[in-house]
T-cell receptor, first 116, second 110 residues
Framework: ETGVTQTPRHLVMGMTNKKSLKCEQH?????MYWYKQSAKKPLELMFV???????ENNSVPSRFSPECPNSSHLFLHLHTLQPEDSALYLC???????????????FGSGTQLSVL | SQKIEQNSEALNIQEGKTATLTCNYT??????LQWYRQDPGRGPVFLLL?????KEKRKERLKVTFDTTLKQSLFHITASQPADSATYLC?????????FGAGTRLAVHP
């Protein structure tokens, strides 16, 4: 195991539902990330938190809302999603902040999301 | 815009041979480059990091090269085994973010 736990592993939701993805890291890292992975496409960075402060938001639609209550936990709140939002959502953590040249990402197993 | 190219077609090789995967990039000058392994239904796992001033990095059966003139990194697995079958992602670092390629799937046949 990588030390990063994501729940749930699978999620099916309708376009009017509200759900949340949870991520917990047991590594004592200072930075946490949300990535989106669609089939045969590169990982897309959605949000980055460093020391619990959001430092990156890659123009993600407002129907995705992150929350980082402490350095070990990260949430992604979902509401009124679209079918094109169906993808694997990956959480990651790193000891060093983004851009230092040494950050190695530790990923969770992801949440496979299907929006009907 | 920045672009990373990895072979979209799967690489099929025989057990015991050396697998070589390619990562090309344009419109970018990364300070470092990383390689990850991803198995189906799992998140990527970090393998190696190489900096722009390093030509080559090794770890057990893995070797990575980084040619900033050609804007290319090569990832080699020597004496490949069926357990090496997975998708391998390269990621370029610097400028406060990592940019990932789409990955190349490697299949090692007995």
């Amino acid at each position: 195991e990588t030390g990063v736990t994501q729940t749930p592993r699978h999620l099916v939701m309708g376009m009017t539902n509200k759900k949340s993805l949870k991520c917990e890291q047991h590594l004592g890292h200072n930075a946490m990330y949300w990535y989106k992975q669609s089939a045969k496409k590169p990982l897309e960075l959605m949000f980055v938190y460093s020391l619990e402060e959001r430092v990156e938001n890659n123009s993600v639609p407002s129907r995705f809302s992150p929350e980082c209550p402490n350095s070990s936990h990260l949430f992604l709140h979902l509401h009124t999603l679209q079918p094109e939002d169906s993808a694997l959502y990956l959480c990651a953590s790193s000891q060093d902040p983004v851009g230092t040249g040494t950050e190695k990402l530790f990923f969770g197993s992801g949440t496979q999301l299907s929006v009907l | 815009s920045q672009k990373i190219e990895q072979n979209s077609e799967a690489l099929n090789i025989q057990e015991g041979k050396t697998a070589t995967l390619t990562c090309n990039y344009t419109n970018y000058s990364p300070a470092y480059l990383q390689w990850y392994r991803q198995d189906p239904g799992r998140g990527p796992v970090f393998l190696l990091l190489i900096r722009e001033n390093e030509k080559e990095k090794r770890k057990e059966r893995l070797k990575v090269t980084f040619d900033t003139t050609l804007k290319q990194s090569l990832f080699h697995i020597t004496a490949s085994q069926p357990a090496d079958s997975a998708t391998y992602l390269c990621a370029l670092g610097g400028y406060n973010k990592l940019i990932f390629g789409a990955g190349t799937r490697l299949a090692v046949h007995p």
